[in-house]
């Protein structure tokens, strides 16, 4: 049973394990599955609890670092699937028009006896929330926020026609309309109840809204901004000031309904990516090609795609050949050519040729779904700023209230002011300490920034991530398919003795052949070239950073590195440890292959350094990070002249996988924020425990896209000074936002109380500092580095 383990919001959540053929806690893929959750970021503890018939898998983890959704997906890929009883929606919320309408929402909703975690994003107009279906279900929780006067639907409704698109903008011109019609007709002297009727009117159209979700958030137990105003504006109607009451209302709406044009621009950045998918795709069947709705679609399907098209769906081309845009996914600016056998992505588009292409991957698992899911989770996880502003709000609205209650009642008790003009005062009061504009400051922003990266092919997984990147003193990289192209080739195969080359790359290949690391695949593209047949390994074991061993025919092969062939005693020939050094000292890498007793040859693998790492390092210094390693399981030798060539600052060389993770944490103890940049596959240890993973090529591999916080989805390493680039400008950005929303607060309060700025002054300047920030978060839609 899910349930709080301390004051933070981290949870703890029981799984049942379906793997097949588990019998208990010393099953190895119970413990593979255990140690894969433990690595990823926001999981601070997964064992196992067997005290049950059936085993169940007890996870706890923190909803602003990782979600509901990507356990589950990381589980399901690791053979276990979640219980059905813990289930995690994602509802598009609408009608908000301030930052306090979240918090009310999370304020109701977290109460609900079921709910465990539950965050809303005004920016984003989305709420997350996780909970137990045995105790409440999706629609209840959608019926309370409807019982809230907010509205609840899916990110594809859209309403037709301008005004319902743009209902509250239109709202607030009829209400500045009809106010300024009243004023009007009370300055040429027109009958009173006409006057009033009209001012009647303008009040409605310009309170409607802001009323109800105050009304329905007080009958919760909850004082909020706009049931504020609402009294306001009636305090001052009370008071005959309908002019001011009026104004108040027509301004606070309008300024929440440009506020709500302008967030729109950032959602729509961040919706085109789900829009780029097409809906129906042309499918052969039975010799028969017609079009059909992609969900409809399964595994191993012929989708015909004509030229100028977009892919429908992931696939690997069984005909044709076409240049295909993969920009809108990847960020690559020039098409990539593909041929029969090259894997394609939903919603890139396809060049001039065209392509019959075998799909693999369903609809709702292909990779555009897979980075659109994540970032709509990524919307909803509050970043550190957010979360202390959230703090502070909790304080902050009792302060304003009390101060508002000693600005009305203590003047006139002391004989300083009319009962009128303290309530006018203090209706200021309340209107310059509103907390909107500082609501919106943070999210805002972070919204902006993510909708940006996206756009260029970059998937940041929340604000968190967001924020640390602009905190960055030190990137730690790995060296093979990081710093170097990933593309390695063997330069040299030689035989010692009576041994052929075509024999020693025969046994290299033995073994290598079910291995996905670059120099494996590099040993056996090799052998293909040369037509050489490999034998078949049985009991292959990898030895981690050290290579491979396993039985061919009657024989022990080992393939690897010096340790690994000296691991029970084995000396190697003098002769051949000193050609592997000359060859290490020209920057290849050496793989030894000892068959039985016997060294019976070597290979070297040569892996060139990126085109654009050297300027991608200089790029990144300018940036102001201080500290720039490289780590690598490769030979100092190999690793030192990769190094200087790209300009690194520093490598550590022959590290095991825990080693690199040592490194990081040697590194985050001595210089303090750091980035590690790898595969997000062999380094996922080193990328969870950094303070921001970062994955390249990740449009490639699912795991990628899971386990790192942030993922660049081209295989570029030039985007990385993009990436932190606009990690740097969000965090100034959220630092001038709140800054101003800050100073007119400390400015205009003063002055409300001093009766030196009127409630139409302070609306103007609440209203002014509102829009001012979240025009200034867009700013980052248009950040290119």
């Known amino acids: 049973m899910p349930h709080p383990v301390s004051d933070e919001p981290r949870l703890s959540l029981e799984v049942p394990v379906l793997l097949p053929g588990i019998d208990g806690e010393n099953d190895q893929c119970v413990e593979r599955l255990v140690g894969r959750l433990q690595d990823l970021r926001g999981i601070t503890m997964a064992h196992l609890e067997s005290d049950e018939e059936e085993p169940r898998l007890c996870l706890h983890y923190d909803p602003n670092l990782v979600a509901l959704a990507q356990v589950e997906r990381l589980a399901r890929d690791a053979g276990a699937a979640l219980t059905r009883r813990y289930r995690h929606e994602t509802l598009h919320i609408t009608s908000m028009d301030c930052g306090d309408c979240a918090q009310s929402i999370e304020h109701v909703v977290r109460r609900m006896d079921g709910v465990l975690q539950v965050s809303v994003s005004y920016a984003a107009e989305k709420m997350r929330v996780e909970f137990d279906s045995d105790t409440v279900t999706r629609d209840a929780i959608a019926s309370r926020v409807l019982s809230m006067g907010f509205e609840v639907g899916t990110e594809t409704e859209s309403p037709q026609g301008w005004f319902a698109r743009h209902a509250e903008l239109a709202r607030a011109m009829a209400a500045g309309i009809a106010l300024t019609a009243a004023f009007a007709l009370e300055r040429i002297g027109a009958p009173v109840p006409a006057a009033l009727a009209v001012y009647g009117l303008s009040y409605f159209l310009g309170g409607c809204d802001i009323a109800r979700h105050g009304g329905k958030a007080l009958a919760r137990g909850r004082f909020t901004i706009d049931l504020l105003m609402t009294v306001a504006a009636l305090g001052a109607a009370a008071l005959g000031q309908w002019v001011e009451g009026g104004l108040l209302l027509f301004l606070f709406s309008l300024g929440h309904a440009l506020e709500e044009e302008a967030m729109d621009r950032a959602r729509g950045a961040i919706t085109a990516l789900g829009d780029l998918s097409p809906r129906t795709a042309r499918v052969r069947r039975d010799d028969e090609t017609r079009e059909r709705p992609v969900a409809e679609l399964l595994r191993g399907d012929i989708v015909v795609v004509r030229a100028g098209e977009r892919i429908p769906m992931d696939g690997s081309i069984r005909a044709g050949r076409s240049s295909v845009d993969e920009s809108a996914l990847t960020g690559e600016s020039l098409p990539v050519e593909k041929e029969p056998g090259a894997t394609v992505y939903a919603g890139s588009v396809n060049g001039d040729g065209t392509l019959e292409i075998e799909v693999t991957k369903l609809a709702a698992d292909s990779t555009l779904a897979r980075v659109v899911a994540l970032v709509s989770e990524a919307e909803t996880q509050k970043s550190p700023t957010q979360m202390l502003v959230d703090r502070i709000a909790g304080f902050f609205v009792p302060a304003t209230l009390a101060t508002v209650g000693v600005v009305w009642i203590a003047p006139p008790l002391l004989g300083w002011l009319s009962w009128s003009e303290a309530f006018l005062r203090s209706m200021a009061v309340l209107v310059s300490a509103s907390p909107c504009a500082l609501a919106i400051a943070t999210p805002a922003a972070v919204l902006s920034g993510i909708a940006c990266a996206a756009n260029r092919g970059v998937l940041i997984k929340g604000g968190v991530h967001l924020e640390n990147l602009g905190r960055l003193r030190a990137i730690a990289f790995d060296k093979t398919g990081t710093i170097t192209r990933g593309q390695p080739e063997v330069t040299d195969v030689i035989g010692f003795e009576d041994t052929t080359e075509e024999r020693v790359l025969s046994d290299a290949a033995a073994l290598e052949a079910g291995s996905n690391h670059p120099l494996a695949r590099a040993v056996v593209d090799a052998a293909a070239r040369r037509d050489i047949d490999a034998p078949e390994a049985q009991e292959i074991e990898t030895i981690a950073g050290k290579g491979l061993r396993a039985r061919v025919g009657d024989s022990l092969l080992r393939v690897g590195t010096v340790d690994l062939l000296t691991e029970d005693g084995f000396t190697v020939p003098a002769d051949a440890t000193a050609l592997a050094q000359r060859l290490e000292a020209e920057g290849k890498t050496v793989v030894l292959v000892r068959r039985d007793a016997r060294v019976v040859g070597l290979l070297a693998v040569a892996d060139e350094p990126r085109v654009n790492a050297r300027e991608t390092i200089a790029a990144l210094r300018r940036l102001g990070i201080t500290e720039l390693t490289m780590l690598t399981g490769d030979n100092a030798r190999v690793a030192g002249a990769v190094a200087r060539e790209v300009r690194l600052d520093d490598f550590r060389a022959a590290l095991l996988p825990e080693e690199k993770l040592q490194t990081v944490e040697e590194l985050t103890r001595r210089v303090g924020d750091v980035a590690m940049v790898g595969d997000g596959v062999n380094d996922a240890p080193a990328l969870a425990r950094a303070s921001v993973g970062i994955a390249m090529g990740a449009a490639g591999t699912d795991v990628a896209l899971e386990t790192a916080d942030v993922a660049l989805m081209a295989d570029d390493l030039g985007v990385l000074p993009f990436t932190i680039g606009l990690g740097r400008q969000t ?53 290119r580095g």
Do not use: F, K, W
């Open 731 to 783: 965090r100034r950005i959220v630092t001038q936002n709140l800054v101003v929303a800050l100073g007119v607060v400390a400015v205009l309060v003063p002055l409300s109380i001093l009766g030196l700025a009127s409630i139409g002054l302070a609306i103007v300047l609440h209203e002014g500092s509102t829009l001012g920030v979240v025009a200034n978060a867009l700013r980052l839609l248009r950040y």
